[in-house]
């Protein structure tokens, strides 16, 4: 794949960690003004697990696709701690640390995650990818 599908995958990767930052802090709100949402299958496990198996693999694919070409190792730690993070919260995360603590550990991998690819995005927008495949 090439530079400008590597920079999408980031940009989709951090609208899709956003996202769930965003349902996490509002579907309570919009659930206390719209009780009528409770219908839609927005606020339950399979919201979360949804968006886990759609953030993994653009996460995954568009970290390595940057590191292979900066070889920035904070990037990949990030990454590694938010994804599992994601995951882990998403699979153990209601029934070991409660609602609450579920999305605090859904929102703080989250933030792993964004700052993984936001790294990652500005990498590869300067020289630094361009530098490290010439060096190559």
């Not at 920079?7 to 003004?33: F, Q, Y």
């Not at 919201?47 to 990037?75: E, N, Q």
Request: aromatic share 8%; proline share 4%; glycine share 6%.
């Amino acid at each position: 794949m090439n530079k400008s599908a590597q920079l999408l995958l980031d940009r989709l990767a951090i609208t899709a960690s956003a996202l769930c930052a965003v349902h996490c802090i509002a579907a309570p709100l919009l659930l206390v003004v719209f009780p009528s949402l409770l219908a839609l299958p927005v606020g339950d496990h399979f919201y979360h697990m949804l968006m886990v198996w759609f953030v993994i693999p653009t996460s995954s694919i568009a970290v390595l696709m940057g590191c292979t070409r900066h070889k920035d190792p904070k990037v990949l730690v990030l990454a590694f701690f938010g994804i599992t993070g994601l995951a882990a919260s998403a699979v153990f995360g209601h029934d070991l640390l409660g609602e609450t603590g579920e999305k605090l550990a859904t929102l703080a991998a989250s933030c792993f995650l964004v700052a993984a690819h936001w790294r990652n995005y500005s990498l590869c927008r300067s020289d630094a990818c361009d530098n490290a495949k010439s060096e190559n």
